[in-house]
């Protein structure tokens, strides 16, 4: 029994996760729609999609590792 709540658990948070992937992705190319003009690069370009994409994954590596930075930082003061 108990095991079958450990797989039950694992395959609704495996599919809570895809479905959140999927909505960050759609909120994405929506972001991505509204801001094609301000960032002169066409919407209908798919290449410029991913692009954009990776320059927001590059930008939450960024703000990931400042933030494991400071707190390593601030550990250490402490």
Excluded at 4 to 17: A, D, E, G, T, W
């Amino acid at each position: 029994m108990r095991k079958k709540m450990y797989l039950h658990f694992f395959f609704v948070s495996i599919l809570r996760i895809f479905h959140c992937l999927s909505i960050i992705s759609s909120i994405l190319e929506y972001e991505f729609l509204m801001h094609a003009n301000c960032l002169h690069i066409s919407p209908t370009n798919i290449y410029d999609f991913y692009v954009y994409l990776a320059s927001l994954h590059f930008l939450f590596i960024l703000v990931f590792f400042i933030l494991v930075v400071s707190f390593h930082m601030s550990s250490v003061f402490i």
